[in-house]
């Protein structure tokens, strides 16, 4: 696919987005929650190319928003919360992956599941500083210094999460083509020989962690900062499980794939909950198994197989 | 001449093996030497110990007068040595392309971060080489799609385009159908000749060995057997009888694998 074609793309899913949350107002809350997830996923796409996967990586989501909810007594600014909040999460990434890019496959993702447990533990049992389970309820921030209307400030944050979106999507498009990206797929393929071209896998792959830290921490400031409120639960392993289960969903393929597949992810969700209460995970695992067995290049797969026959036809 | 690589009192065992006992060897610059010996012999051992993959027991290894055990294989490669591997070590999901522009990317970096790989410095260089080894053709195709061949030159293209001062090279030939074995030699003496890399290469089939080395070294039982011309080693008496066994020189040891377990 051109890169025209792309951008095209990226902009059409941009006003789609806007045009959604703007013609059904509640659907404002679930997109940015959506594309905050989709951020994260982003994260996973990465270093799934280098054929690992992590399912530890609430960790980094849960560390910005908890980040988020304790900065925002000292200096309740969205525009300076957020960036801090994410370095925080990167930071914390490259001190973790230091030590997890040692590993490969199930170890590298058992790990990093460990440590985001031994996170979740300490934010439930420190109860005098994270409230435990119970959260933190976020004051409301200003937005470049003006406090919004709680319907304004929602505008904000869709848009704030929007723009990430398109940033970090065509930052990790020319990410994956350079011979950063390239040597990332060579890991999956021939680590050994990545070594003797006189490259490091490790640092790679390092590389490659940290940035997907940082947009795990973009969409965690983003999710606290609209949901006002955290808990424990981000950092539980069913919400990493969640950014693999959506990045499998959405596919691997293309940086279209983790928003695609958290936006599609989320509404099936809600409305799920909505119409069968008591069994839309239920849906949500046999929408999964049905992608994996027909369709394992995911949602964007299927779309561009789908665009591929039109334009043949 | 002067000595490139140089070897003293290498000595490794896996279990009661003694892949080397006591190994001294001089690569000199700018020759091709052949290494050649039974299976099993520890010659693939010297490649990964030179190359930093395998740590000996006792012994040294320098490189241009500097010590190099104990370095890791991507700072020894950065040093000056490349090897190829016995079994093709491609990039399987990138094309031939890919996997040259890589290597080139690999010795050029550190890299700006968001240019794409097959930017035209990277492209250009990497289609030259490919040219050079006679697979410009196959660019396109993902490598693991290529046949024996096409695999093995690429992956002694990926070596070459780190523009080595040594190449090791681990059976070049092995697996390569009998018809093209030649062409394939041709076409390796040519490339290395022109971008004068020194050249060690373990082989099995004595009529490569006889066309394309300049000196011999035959491994047996962890020493250093035999070393010398290949006119002189090939027709040494015992060399024939205890490493060839009774394949003369000029049997064009079959194809691939079976055939090069045959000729030793």
Redesign the interface.
Known sequence: MSRSTEILLALIGAALVLALAWAVPWLRFVMTIALAKGLAVLGILLLLRAGQVSFGHALYLAFAAYAVAFGASVVPETLVLLPLAALGAALLGLVVGLFVVRYREIFFGMLNLALSMVFYSVLEKFYAITHGTDGIRLPPTTFAGQTLSNEAQGWAMLVLALLLSLGFGA?IR??L???????L??I???E?????????GRRVLLAAYVLSALMAGCGGAVLAMTTRHVTPALAYWTASGELVFIAILGGAGSVFGPFLGAVAYELTRVYAAALVADAWQMILGLVLLLVILFAPGGLWGMGRALLARRRSA | MSVLLSARGLRIAFGGLKAADGIDLDVMEGEFLAIIGPNGAGKTTFINMATGYLRPQAGSITYDGQPILGLKPRRIVKAGIARSFQLPQLFTEHTVLENAALAIAARAGPWAPLAPLLQRRFRAEAEELLDRFGLLPLADRRADALNEGARKLADIAMAVALKPRLLLMDEPTSGVASAEKMAVVETLTRVLRDSRVTAVFVEHDMEVVARFADRVAVWGQGKIMALGPPQQILNDPAVLRDVIGVAPVGDGAGTGKEGAHAAT
């Open positions: 930052l020319a990410y083509a350079s011979p950063m990206g390239q040597a797929a060579g999956k393929t021939r050994t020989r990545l070594e003797f071209m006189g490259i490091s």
